[in-house]
């Protein structure tokens, strides 16, 4: 399968486009988030099937994509009827086996930062000179989320109770409210009227309108409120109503922004802060992320700043307004297209030529002077701006937060990326070829903390023509439990050679352990496998059964004898039992990782892989094919620990 294929296989919506916008193909998902079927999507301009208000933007992050760069941006898709759906959406280039260039649109999964989402409709009140808040059903609160500075110096706090609401509101105009809150009614209400007291006791004439969102994919359905202040008031009062709503917007903003920097889990998800928050948060138009990546400067942006040209080729040594604050530490400010070609003469021949003719650009290293340059972040004004001390200082405080958070994000990076090598390689090479048996293994390090761990399997010829099989889990996930593996399954090779039956195996190795005073302890089973007849002789040390699976579809558990882990009680002997398997038949071997977690019990996670395994071999698939796809199924459901799965499927 084409990997361009697997792109569209995701559960969230996704397409792939050509370089000039028409879409080639696209998920379920996506047709349904344009809201026609696939069938009536394919060949349009993606940009033709979204609202007129999207248009514009989806043309310039398929146009960023189509330049090899990447760029998101935020999407609402309304759906008839129901809650519109707002995601985040990046454009990617790919290229594809068969070497055509394609463009891949799909929404991003944003459930540890669902506010960014709602950016821009703050952006949009504020322009449009509404207010904006959210309620909360569950807690009876509205949460003031931003827009017009008159609206916002109306509430006192950003969360308010309901009670405190309807307080303030006529009670004449209190069904008005109770019908606005009511989410099921309609997607989006008509605009209504309310009259609201402040604290001093003015009064004030409300335009509120509610509306139903969905933020991101699998994410929740909230009820958020616009109002517009439909009352007359002095020049005075707007001003200094505005100036305290500016003051408070500011504070929220950048403590939400510091927020999800300090929590970005990945490169990827510090992307998707800087450039959902970083223009919104100092009133530019466009915003650019720009990192060094292996003394090369990879550029990001959210579609609102339009580079000239391709900037695949720069270099940190470049001449270049950019480049310089990296090397400096220092920020810039170019206030226009004037300034920039005064300072560097040659710049529009760059590979960053200026964006535009009536910009202005602030630009803020990631890093301090002195210390390696990691990138920097550039906010671009639709006219000449002038950032003022305290605007300079929180940006450049921002930006060394983002820089510590990739800074940590990518030194846990390449301890993951060191430990999964070193895992990797202690993992055994399984028989290639053993006549009457399919053997296959998976592996999938947890992913926390060094992403190694004490999973392992093993198999291999015995001296006699039989294959011995094991699988087990050492406690832990370090690099302690990962040595501690690798000698309990080289002790058992060696164990295995002189003395074949699984439960002398186990007696042996767990004599070894206690005898060495291990500080660890492991579960085990082993299997003694003959190719020929199918005689199966095994053993358990405290390890998850197995399961069994038929080529008809049905499916069970296997439960060995055996004795506790291994490691833990002196003079513990392993007593074993003998069976067959059948022609066309497998056993599922797992780690602990594949069939339990915090929301799965041990019985319903056996059953799950037992169903998964028979209708795999129901379905003709192998050995290998099976292991596949109970170790996606176990992947999908986000378990917190290593998986392992081994199977062995008798052919004849």
């Known amino acids: 399968m084409d990997a361009s294929d697997e792109l569209l296989r995701r559960a969230e919506p996704s397409a792939l486009l050509s370089p000039d916008g028409h879409i080639c193909s696209l998920n379920a998902a996506m047709a349904t988030a344009l809201g026609r079927p696939a069938e009536r999507c394919v060949g349009r301009y993606m940009w033709e099937l979204v609202p007129q208000s999207q248009r514009t933007v989806v043309e310039c992050i398929v146009a960023h994509a189509s330049k090899q760069r990447l760029a998101m941006r935020v999407l609402e898709f309304p759906r008839p009827g129901r809650a519109s759906l707002v995601t985040l959406i990046e454009a990617r280039p790919i290229t594809?086996?068969?070497g055509e260039q394609l463009v891949w649109v799909h929404s991003l999964d944003v459930h540890n930062d669902l506010k960014s989402l709602l950016i821009p409709f703050r952006l949009s009140a504020r322009s449009a000179g509404l207010g904006l808040c959210m309620y909360h059903p569950q807690v009876q609160q509205f949460e003031w989320l931003g827009g017009a500075s008159t609206v916002a110096a109306l509430f006192p706090e950003a969360s308010l109770s309901l009670l405190w609401v309807f307080r303030h509101v006529h009670p004449d105009d209190r069904g008005s409210l109770r019908r606005l809150l009511n989410a099921d009614a309609t997607p989006q209400s008509p605009w209504t009227s309310l009259r609201f007291h402040t604290d001093q006791g003015d009064w004030f004439h409300l335009a509120c309108q509610s509306r139903r969102i969905q933020l991101g994919c699998d994410g929740p359905e909230q009820v958020f409120g616009m109002i517009r202040d439909?009352?007359?008031?002095g020049a005075r009062q707007k001003e200094i109503l505005g100036a305290l709503g500016a003051a408070r917007r500011r504070a929220y903003a950048i403590t939400e922004f510091s927020s999800a920097l300090i929590t970005a889990a990945t490169e990827q998800e510090l992307q998707q802060v800087v450039l959902t928050r970083l223009?919104?948060?100092?009133?530019?138009?466009g915003a650019s992320l720009v990192l060094v990546d292996n003394g090369r400067l990879v550029v990001s942006?959210?579609?609102g700043l339009t580079w000239r040209a391709d900037a695949r080729c720069m270099s940190v040594d470049e001449r270049l307004p950019m480049a310089h604050a990296m090397r400096t530490g220092q920020p810039l400010f170019i206030s226009d297209q004037e300034e920039f070609l005064r300072r560097w003469p040659h710049g529009d021949a760059a590979p960053l030529p200026w964006p535009g003719l009536d910009l202005a650009m602030s630009?803020?290293?990631l890093s301090p002077a002195g210390d390696q340059p990691l990138g920097v972040w550039v906010v671009t004004h639709d006219s000449e701006h002038h950032p003022s001390a305290n605007e300079r200082a929180f940006m450049t405080t921002l930006a060394e937060l983002a820089g510590q958070a990739l800074a940590r994000i990518r030194s846990q990076q390449a301890r993951v990326e060191l430990a999964t090598a070193v895992q990797r390689d202690m993992l055994p090479t399984l028989p290639e070829r053993v006549p009457g048996l399919e053997i296959a293994a998976r592996y999938r390090p947890c992913g926390a903390g060094l992403d190694i761990g004490g999973d392992w399997y093993d198999a291999f010829v015995m001296a006699d023509g039989a294959v011995a099989l094991e699988i087990g889990d050492v406690q832990g996930h370090d690099v302690d439990a990962a040595a501690f593996m690798g000698q309990i399954r080289s002790a058992m090779r060696a164990i295995?050679?002189?003395?074949?039956?699984?439960?002398?195996?186990?007696t042996r190795t767990n004599e070894l352990l206690v005898t060495m005073d291990a500080p660890r302890f492991a579960s085990c089973t082993m299997l003694h496998i003959d190719p020929c007849t199918g005689q199966v002789t095994g053993t358990s040390a405290g390890h998850v059964p197995m399961v069994f699976a038929h080529q008809d579809g049905s499916h069970g558990i296997r439960r060995l004898p055996g004795g506790p882990v291994l490691g833990i009680l002196p003079d513990t002997d392993y007593p074993q039992e003998t069976f067959t398997l059948d022609k066309d038949t497998a056993l599922v071997m797992v780690t602990d990782g594949v069939?339990?977690?915090?929301?799965l019990s041990l019985d319903t996670g056996l059953e799950q892989t037992g169903t998964l395994?028979?209708?795999?071999?129901h379905n003709g698939l192998d050995a290998a094919e099976t292991a596949d796809r109970v170790l996606d199924a176990a992947v999908a459901m986000n378990h917190s620990d290593d998986l392992a799965v081994l199977v062995v499927r008798r052919t004849w």
Do not use: K, M, R, W
């Open 96 to 98: 594809p086996a068969a």
């Open 230 to 233: 439909d009352t007359e008031h």
């Open 279 to 285: 223009a919104a948060a100092f009133g530019g138009i």
């Open 301 to 303: 942006s959210d579609a």
């Open 363 to 365: 630009i803020t290293p």
């Open 496 to 506: 295995a050679a002189h003395e074949p039956d699984p439960g002398t195996v186990l």
């Open 595 to 599: 069939v339990e977690a915090p929301d």
């Open 613 to 617: 395994a028979a209708q795999a071999l």
